[in-house]
T-cell receptor
Framework: NAGVMQNPRHLVRRRGQEARLRCSPM?????VYWYRQLPEEGLKFMVY????????ESGMPKERFSAEFPKEGPSILRIQQVVRGDSAAYFC???????????FGPGTRLLVL | SQQGEEDPQALSIQEGENATMNCSYK?????LQWYRQNSGRGLVHLIL?????REKHSGRLRVTLDTSKKSSSLLITASRAADTASYFC????????FGQGTRLTINP
């Protein structure tokens, strides 16, 4: 049973470009969460999604950031017009319905030049 | 906020010794989860302890929870070099809130 998969593992973008981060949850998991980790810090919650629904986006910056989890395919975290401050590791986690244990992927490390 | 705060921030011990890390939080919780993060990697789930549990074991790991003090501890017994990592506690339901973690170094 494959774990949570994220790609790309590393992403380099220039300021003003778009970054698209993908997350495939564990098989059977219908809940997806995105977190951001700055160097030497803990993870900060961004958004919680179920299939085709955003449940809690209280941690998402108001501008430039969006997330989706379509009926088919991976969850996507999209960052438009990236700035240097967006450089961080972005982690996706997934869980089963009714299970509060979250299983994390390996992360995508975004570097904005 | 429910933020989990780990202490100490850093801990360095000799291989074979026990390591204890603590986590404090602010509001009532349904459960608390401990995770390990190796450098440059994702988080690995270690243990989930529910609010009605006081202690839980998994191999060399022992987690305690004191809801009256709003604190939890993670004990790693007979530490190994491979235990070198950062350890985080996460509190919350779907929206996990983490502290800055405890960086544990096991010296051979």
């Amino acid at each position: 049973n494959a774990g949570v998969m994220q790609n790309p593992r590393h992403l380099v973008r220039r300021r003003g470009q778009e970054a698209r981060l993908r997350c495939s949850p564990m098989k059977g998991h219908s809940h997806v969460y995105w977190y951001r980790q700055l160097p030497e810090e803990g993870l900060k919650f961004m958004v919680y999604l179920q299939k085709e629904n955003i449940i809690d986006e209280s941690g998402m910056p108001k501008e430039r950031f969006s997330a989706e989890f379509p009926k088919e395919g991976p969850s996507i975290l999209r960052i438009q017009q990236v700035v240097r401050g967006d450089s961080a590791a972005y982690f996706c986690a997934s869980s089963l319905i009714g299970d509060e244990t979250q299983y994390f992927g390996p992360g995508t490390r975004l570097l904005v030049l | 906020s429910q933020q989990g705060e780990e202490d100490p921030q850093a801990l360095s011990i000799q291989e074979g010794e026990n390591a204890t890390m603590n986590c404090s939080y602010k509001t009532s919780i349904n459960n608390l989860q401990w995770y390990r993060q190796n450098s440059g990697r994702g988080l690995v789930h270690l243990i989930l302890i529910r609010s009605n549990e006081r202690e839980k074991h998994s191999g060399r790991l022992r987690v305690t929870l004191d809801t009256s003090k709003k604190s939890s501890s993670l004990l790693i017994t007979a530490s190994r070099a491979a235990d070198t990592a950062s350890y985080f506690c996460g509190v919350g339901a779907q929206k996990l809130v983490f502290g800055q973690g405890t960086r544990l170094t096991i010296n051979p």
